[in-house]
């Protein structure tokens, strides 16, 4: 038996609690290269949160044990690619939504799902960046690849104060980047300059329906908003701009013009990271283990207990949690 937070659904009503749960219940996968792994620590997501309130279809099977992310290490493996004692870490794959996920003491995936921890990283500190860091990680690696130097001018963050953009301003700056960070909480800004923002702008300033071309003053981008904030930032790249897209906080929807891209040749990069491939994934996490200092990752930690996630899971929604929940599992 292992402890876990299990979601499920009876005559159409949610409940989420911690329970007792036994092995036998988790996921049998025989001919996928099975591996059990004991937990050490998970994370708590925006989707996650989503998954624990219910306010959105993310589950799609019950009951489910929601988490996204996890890190710890194999009990046991019939993929040759880990043997028992190895350390991992799972970002994404749905894991949380239609296959058992991470706030638990115990989890099977298939190897494939997995990658090795990185040096100098320990499990808390890889539960730390988890999917929102490393998501931030490719948006990076998508600009770069894109061509956007520090040389060619200020990379703009939007929903800075998050899990998302506060690791994208840490890992920008520490690249020779001049960041701008946009958030809905002013009052953070010293937090923001203290990983390495130049500047921090009130949300509100973006957040209204502007003009299909404004002023030239962003090279790069990171979103993790949508809706109108990611149309304004787009109106705003200059010549050949790059917009790494990775999130909707602000909307599903994209109220823009054609303008931004066809007259001053501006690229929306799309950064999927549930699907992601493995090489992909190891880049990722490769260039957060040589860029991201461990220093400034504490101060974005914030540890709670499985007993914790349900009661924060509403706060998160509402954008009350700066930074990075730890789940110590």
């Known amino acids: 038996m292992f402890r876990g937070l299990l979601i499920d659904k009876q005559d159409g009503q949610q409940t989420a609690a911690v329970r007792m749960l036994d092995e036998a219940s988790l996921p049998s996968l025989p ?35 929601p988490g996204i992310d996890f890190a710890g290490t194999v009990e046991s493996s ?8 190895d350390a991992v870490v799972l970002n994404g794959w749905g894991v949380g939504e239609g296959h058992w996920g991470g706030l638990a003491e115990r989890a099977r995936v298939p190897g494939r799902f997995l990658v090795p921890l990185q040096a100098p990283f320990t499990a808390r500190q890889a539960m730390g960046i988890g999917t929102a860091g490393y998501t931030a990680a490719l948006c990076v690696l998508a600009l770069e690849r894109h061509g956007v130097t520090p040389d060619k001018g200020p990379v703009v963050v939007t929903g800075a104060a998050g899990g998302v953009g506060s690791v994208a301003v840490a890992l920008l700056a520490k690249a020779g980047y001049e960041v ?19 500047h921090v702008i009130d949300r509100a300033e973006i957040a209204q329906p502007g003009r299909p071309l404004e002023k030239e003053r962003w090279a790069g981008a990171v979103d993790v908003a949508g809706g109108q904030v990611l149309a304004n930032v787009c109106a705003a790249m200059r010549y050949r701009g790059v917009v790494a897209a990775c999130g909707l906080a602000a909307g599903m929807g994209f109220p823009a013009t054609v303008a931004p891209f066809i007259l001053r040749g501006v690229t929306l990069a799309g950064i999927d990271s549930v699907m992601a491939p493995t090489p992909d994934r190891l880049q990722a996490w490769q260039r957060l283990a040589a860029d991201l200092d461990t220093a400034v990752l504490e101060t974005l930690l914030h540890d709670i207990t499985l007993d914790d996630a349900i009661a924060i899971a509403p706060e998160l929604l509402a954008g009350q949690v700066r930074g990075r929940l730890v789940v110590r599992v």
């Open 31 to 65: 001919n996928e290269g099975e591996v059990t792994v004991r937990v050490a620590y998970s994370t708590l997501n925006y989707k996650d949160a989503l998954a624990i309130t219910g306010r959105s279809p993310v589950v799609r099977k019950f009951p489910m044990v």
């Open 78 to 85: 019939t993929d040759p690619a880990w043997q028992p004692g």
């Open 180 to 198: 701008a960070a946009v958030t809905g909480r002013v009052q953070e800004a010293g937090f923001l300059t203290g990983l390495g923002a130049r």
